[in-house]
C-alpha cells in the first residue's frame, strides 16, 4: 500500500507543480524546501465553488467579462460625494453605530442623501442617519420616533422638518432627501413628502456621518454622545453632490451600476 500510495503523492506534487508554480506540499513557514519550479508566465487563476465542464466555465467566463465591461465603461463617480455599500444589521445598540469614513469632510452647499432601511423596531427614538450636532450648525438628520419618519434640516437661523407618519416594521423603504437653493425636499418610496424653506449647506459642516443612532447631543466633531439607536437594517447610503430629484438618482444609478443603493 505504501508505494502506490507515495508514487499517487508524486505524481499529484509533480503535475501541480508544474501548473501552478513551485511545489510547496513540504514547505517550511520561511519557504525553504520549494521543489519543482516553473519558468513561464500565469496570467490568471480562479476557483470555483462549484464543479464544471470547460464549456461551463467558459460560459461563466464570458458573462464575467461582460459584467466587469460595464462596470469599467460606468466609472465617473465625480458626483458621489460618499459612498456606503452593503447591508448593515443593527440591533437596538448605540455600539452597532456606523461612523462613514469621509463623512466629516463634504463642504456641499447643495446635495442628495440617499438610504434604504427596514426597520424591526418603530417605537420610540430610532435614529437612521445624522450628521449633526449640538446646537445650531447646518446639521441633519432622519430618525423614526413613534411609527414617524422625521426628516430634520438646520440653519443658522433654526431647523425646518418633514414627517410622515405610518411608518411600519419589516417593511422596505427608499428614502430620498435633497437641499440647495434655499429648500429641502424629501421623498419616501418614490412619493414626495414635503419641501421646506432652509438655507443648510455642509460648508462648515464637520460633524461625522453616523448610520444608526442620532448624534444631536454630541459635541460638535464627535460622536460623544450618541441617542435612539436604531433596530432593522440599512441597505446603503448614498450623498451626492447635486440636488436631485428622485427620478435623476434613478438615472444616475442606472448608469453607475456599481453604486447598489
Given at each position: ?171 422596505d423603504y427608499h ?26 449647506d455642509w460648508t462648515d459642516n ?56
Open positions: 500500500v505504501y508505494y502506490p500510495i507515495s508514487a499517487v503523492l508524486w505524481a499529484w506534487h509533480r503535475v501541480f507543480g508544474a501548473i501552478l508554480g513551485a511545489d510547496n506540499g513540504s514547505t517550511e513557514i520561511d519557504g525553504s524546501r520549494l521543489r519543482s519550479f516553473f519558468s513561464g508566465t500565469i496570467s490568471d487563476v480562479r476557483i470555483y465553488d462549484e464543479g464544471m465542464t470547460h464549456g461551463e466555465v467558459s460560459a461563466y467566463n464570458a458573462v464575467r467579462e461582460a459584467d466587469i465591461a460595464m462596470l469599467r465603461s460606468a466609472g465617473d463617480l465625480s458626483k458621489v460625494e460618499l459612498y456606503q455599500g452593503g447591508i448593515r444589521t443593527f440591533a437596538n445598540k448605540t455600539s452597532d453605530r456606523v461612523v462613514v469614513e469621509g463623512g466629516d469632510d463634504m463642504p456641499l452647499t447643495e446635495g442628495t442623501v440617499v438610504l434604504n432601511f427596514n426597520p424591526d423596531i418603530t417605537y420610540g427614538g430610532r435614529g437612521l442617519v445624522a450628521k449633526d450636532s449640538a446646537g445650531l450648525g447646518n446639521g441633519f438628520y432622519a430618525a423614526i420616533s413613534g411609527g414617524t419618519l422625521k426628516i430634520v434640516f438646520e440653519d443658522d437661523n433654526g431647523t425646518q422638518s418633514i414627517s410622515h407618519s405610518g411608518i411600519e416594521r419589516y417593511t428614502l430620498i432627501t435633497s437641499f440647495g437653493d434655499g429648500k429641502a425636499s424629501a421623498w419616501l418610496n418614490g412619493e414626495l413628502l414635503g419641501t421646506v424653506a432652509t438655507d443648510m464637520h460633524d461625522q456621518i453616523v448610520l444608526g443612532a442620532t448624534t444631536a447631543q454630541s459635541a460638535p466633531g464627535s460622536v460623544s454622545n450618541l441617542k435612539s439607536p436604531y433596530d432593522g437594517t440599512i441597505n446603503g447610503l448614498l450623498v451626492l453632490n447635486e440636488s436631485m430629484t428622485p427620478a435623476e438618482v434613478a438615472a444616475y444609478l442606472d448608469a453607475h451600476p456599481t453604486l447598489i443603493v
